[in-house]
């Protein structure tokens, strides 16, 4: 394993949290983009009901202005219903769009598979993604379907999880909590540096992992800094008991 420090930083996991945009999926081109659920369920409203997609965005608004408390409930929270909306018709909308605009890195399908081998270790998403975009993005790479993902305890993210979503640390203390996790056992694995690390410290996590792909090295780390690898499976190596 090619390396630039001797300093193996050891990291001691029961609950891995792990985002998903560019660290487990990307858009397969700057011009695809990625997912836009918001424009997706417009979309299907437009069609439904026979009315232009701003006025369906409207319509969703006006819904959404009458949720009280979108925090530990799921997007869209509950109004579909009152849309004349299925949620299968919503999820074939969903992976459609996610199977032609995004693509799953090879390192991240293994990376996941590969965690089923740590029984002990539970497996949660740290991400903007609302359930349903997640299991979408997944099933891509064959890791999950509209009732979820055998990869995973738990996927959640975005104002199913917080107020705000992913942009204060309140986000991942609402997330330690949510799953009852400790926060010294607890690995963070990214890609970003404010959203993944500064946030998920300042929330107590210690332990983060970011990813990235175009490092020369298969991974660094400085003592107070995070560990950055070239690929996901590269932490497995740094697992202690």
Same mark, same amino acid.
């Given at each position: 394993?090619? %390396? ?15 985002? !998903?945009? @560019? ?8 011009? $695809? ?12 409203? *437009?069609?439904? +009901?026979? /009315? $232009? ?8 608004? @006006? ?20 849309? $004349? /909306? ?5 999820? +074939? ?10 693509? %799953? &890195?090879?390192?991240?399908?293994? #990376? ?6 740590? $029984?002990? /270790?539970?497996?949660? =998403?740290? =991400?903007?993604?609302?359930?349903? /975009? ?5 099933? !891509? ?9 055998? &990869? ?18 309140? #986000? ?6 949510? =799953? ?11 890609? +970003?540096?404010? %959203?993944?690390?500064?946030? *998920?410290?300042?929330?107590? !996590? ?13 991974? @660094? &780390? ?13 932490? #497995? ?5």
């Amino acid at each position: 394993m090619k %390396m630039n420090t001797d300093t193996n930083p050891g990291l001691k996991v029961k609950t891995l949290l792990v985002d !998903i945009d @560019t660290t487990l999926v990307a858009p397969k081109s700057e011009a $695809s983009g990625d997912i836009s659920p918001e424009l997706c369920l417009a979309s299907l409203v *437009a069609e439904k +009901h026979n /009315i $232009s997609i701003e006025k369906a965005k409207l319509k969703i608004q @006006t819904l959404e202005k009458s949720i009280k408390n979108m925090v530990g409930n799921i997007w869209p929270f509950g109004i579909l219903e009152s849309l $004349s /909306i299925a949620e299968k018709e919503l999820w +074939h909308v969903l992976a459609q769009e996610a199977e032609k605009k995004l693509f %799953m &890195y090879s390192d991240a399908k293994d #990376f996941l598979i590969g965690l089923k081998r740590y $029984s002990d /270790i539970k497996v949660y =998403t740290a =991400t903007t993604n609302p359930g349903i /975009i997640i299991f979408a993005k997944l099933s !891509i790479g064959g890791l999950a379907d509209k009732y979820g993902s055998m &990869y995973l305890d738990g996927a959640f993210g975005g104002e199913e999880v917080h107020p705000g979503g992913k942009s204060t640390p309140e #986000f991942y203390k609402a997330l330690l909590k949510k =799953t009852g996790a400790a926060s010294d056992s607890t690995l963070m694995v990214g890609d +970003h540096v404010k %959203m993944d690390l500064e946030l *998920a410290r300042a929330a107590g !996590i210690k332990q983060v992992v970011l990813v990235n792909r175009a490092m020369r090295d298969d991974w @660094t &780390y400085e003592p107070e800094g995070p560990l950055y690898v070239k690929s996901l499976n590269n932490i #497995f190596d740094f697992f202690v008991d």
